[in-house]
């Protein structure tokens, strides 16, 4: 069963952690990260995620199956800029807002937008490697087979910001 994309919820969300967690560390590996928080303590808590997306298990953690989709949407509507830049030897994805009228934080529940502060209150300063480390510690990678989708059930095991 393949829950229904959220698309306005999905951008939102995007472009809040371009607005409120862009530092030196937020890449596209850390982005995906700081989504997957979202969606799964979001369900934990409430039985549906924030923006409908999928997660599949890949080598750095659950990757969001369409979040490359919607990032070249916000990209073509004028919303963000990406910059390739070179990090030890591997190019990394930056972020930028381009038009911030295009940010629109009604779309979300007062526990979303705590959820998403508490996200980035918890993760902002934290490095890709670390963040990425901290996935493979929680039950949904871990009990997920790679290149396979990874279970919202068990979104239950995650400890944080219970």
């Not at 596209?28 to 808590?45: C, E, Q």
């Not at 924030?50 to 199956?65: L, M, R």
């Not at 934080?105 to 980035?120: A, D, G, R």
């Amino acid at each position: 069963m393949r829950p229904k994309l959220n698309e306005r919820s999905y951008k939102n969300a995007i472009l809040y952690f371009i607005k409120y967690c862009n530092n030196k560390y937020l890449h596209a590996t850390k982005l995906n990260k700081l989504l997957y928080y979202l969606d799964f303590i979001y369900f934990r808590d409430h039985k549906k995620s924030v923006t409908g997306d999928v997660y599949i298990h890949q080598g750095y953690g659950p990757v969001p199956s369409r979040v490359d989709e919607i990032l070249a949407g916000l990209r073509n509507e004028g919303a963000i800029d990406t910059e390739a830049v070179s990090h030890n030897d591997v190019e990394m994805i930056n972020f930028s807002l381009k038009d911030i009228s295009q940010f629109d934080e009604t779309v979300f529940s007062s526990e979303q937008k705590k959820l998403l502060k508490q996200i980035c209150d918890e993760f902002g300063n934290w490095s890709t490697e670390k963040i990425v480390a901290q996935t493979h510690l929680e039950a949904p990678w871990f009990y997920s087979k790679p290149y396979q989708v990874v279970d919202y059930a068990y979104a239950r095991d995650i400890d944080l910001f219970k």
